[in-house]
């Protein structure tokens, strides 16, 4: 296995904290008790979070990238629109990051998840689990195929509507960079009144989290596609200490 | 004018929300067939060297309820200090450790719990050297951007000398990051979102 000779203990851009959401976010109801209050400790990232795990390509299956046919029975088929999920991972310096692991997982058409504490009253499709992850390629790109997830209810206000979204987990080369976040998608009307987008502070922040139908990509007669980039925080390239 | 910085901005945070086992812990909710083992279970094997521990702990709200949907992962250093990294550039680290575990808490008790072996002291940037630590991630519903924190080990010399423990300003904050060894190799480590025990949480 050779290594990736990046530059050593180089830290990670500071993380903007007036870009991303804060913890405590009233009209997100859950946050008020789960929120710290006080501030955080602010300290350059040492070597522990420098460094991080990194996952072989050989982890991943044939189908772990395919929800379509990843938990479908015998000649069955999960129901919902056939969508095709692409992008790049990069850094905040615009370079594509290879190597990056992704985990998604996502409710089905109908908007309910494969869950054992989801009891809400869409059903469950025998042939879609919900659950896939991929490694990008030397270029830091992505692919999956999938169903798009319908719109749900959740408790929160009297009527909160959650928009279809896909849920992200990834990791970079760097405990640093570890993020999850969602994915929505253009021109849903629900986007504008969810209060867990809307903990994000500005709508310029909100659309880099919504990803364009791309009809030039979609695969006629089968899948129409979207296309989603994703950026993880960015490593220095000035190191002058010691 | 001047010239522009082309940088990008980082991608918002959003919570990983209460099904984040779908995608991360399927084998732990019974969505079994797809994934052999859930990632980051174990972090050693019998060949791994070093001294074994056990971490435990709950996750606690403001209201001093235990979180039962939270997620947390740990990466830590292997006995001698290196981390099993890519780009860790001082040594080889212990191929028989991962150094990254993950763990769904408990839906009944929210209690976590990993096993593990005692990690080594690794350098500050400034050539200081920190004390043995554990880097902790939470995430869970209702928290919007993952927390990260550290634990530290108790009857630990070095840790009055350790740089990151050195800047929190209010000392009496510093025991929220330090673990109890409840007997011999077992560790309790509870982390407080908020309240009169909040936890250290740390930007970095």
């Known amino acids: 296995m050779t290594a990736n000779i990046s530059k050593p203990a180089a830290g990670f851009y500071q993380r903007d904290r007036t870009w991303q959401p804060p913890a405590h976010t009233p009209k997100y109801k859950t946050s008020i008790v789960r929120?710290?209050?006080?501030?955080?400790?602010?300290?350059?990232t040492t070597i522990s979070e420098i460094t991080g795990p990194r996952f072989d390509h050989n982890i991943i299956g044939e189908l772990d990238n395919d929800l379509i046919r990843n938990y479908a029975k015998d000649d069955g088929s999960p129901i919902g629109e056939r969508i095709i999920v692409y992008g790049r991972i990069l850094d905040e310096n615009g370079r594509g990051i290879p190597d990056c692991l992704i985990e998604m997982w996502q409710a089905n058409s109908a908007g309910?998840?494969?869950?054992?504490?989801?009891?809400?009253?869409?059903?469950?499709?025998?042939n879609f689990g919900g659950c896939g992850r991929t490694i990008t390629d030397a270029n830091g790109a992505y692919q999956f195929a999938t169903i798009k997830p319908g719109p749900y209810p959740w408790p929160n206000g009297p009527n909160d509507w959650r928009p279809s979204h896909i849920h992200f987990s990834l990791f970079g080369h760097a405990f640093a960079q570890r993020l999850i976040t969602q994915m929505y998608f253009e021109g849903d009307p629900l986007i504008w009144h969810c209060p867990i987008i809307g903990s994000i502070p500005s709508k310029e922040a909100i659309e880099t989290l919504i990803a364009p139908l791309d009809l030039a990509n979609t695969i006629p007669m089968d899948s129409i596609a979207y296309k989603f980039d994703m950026v993880l925080r960015g490593q220095r390239s000035t190191y002058f200490e010691n | 004018m001047a010239q522009a910085l082309t940088r990008i901005k980082e991608t918002p945070s959003q919570t990983a929300g209460p099904y984040v086992h779908i995608g991360c812990n399927p084998n732990f909710i019974g969505n079994s067939g797809q994934y052999e083992n859930d990632l980051g279970s174990n972090l050693i094997n019998e060949n791994t060297t070093g001294e074994r521990i056990t971490?435990?702990?709950?996750?606690?709200?403001?209201?001093?309820?235990?979180?039962?949907?939270?997620?947390?992962?740990?990466?830590?250093?292997d006995c001698t200090g290196l981390y099993p990294a890519k780009n860790e550039h001082r040594?080889?680290?212990d191929p028989e450790f991962n150094g990254w575990g993950r763990c769904a808490c408990d839906f009944d008790t929210g209690e976590y719990k990993f096993e593990s072996i005692k990690p080594g002291p690794v350098p500050f940037n400034d050539g200081r050297m920190q004390a043995p630590h554990i880097t902790f991630w939470v995430v869970a519903r209702g928290i919007n951007i993952g927390l990260h924190t550290r634990m530290y080990f108790p009857d630990e010399a070095t840790n009055k000398d350790d740089p990151v423990l050195g800047r929190i300003e209010h000392k009496s904050r510093v025991a929220t990051l330090i673990a109890e060894e409840t007997s011999a190799g077992n560790f309790r480590f509870d982390i407080h979102l908020q309240g009169e025990n909040e936890t250290v949480f740390f930007d970095i």
Do not use: C
């Not at chain 1, 929120?35 to 350059?44: E, G, K």
């Not at chain 2, 709200?61 to 039962?68: I, R, S």
């Open chain 1, 35 to 44: 929120s710290p209050r006080l501030a955080p400790i602010s300290l350059d």
């Open chain 1, 112 to 126: 309910r998840y494969r869950h054992l504490n989801d009891g809400t009253r869409p059903p469950l499709d025998p």
């Open chain 2, 55 to 77: 971490l435990t702990g709950k996750v606690y709200d403001a209201t001093g309820t235990p979180l039962k949907d939270a997620m947390i992962e740990i990466w830590q250093a």
């Open chain 2, 91 to 93: 040594g080889d680290a």
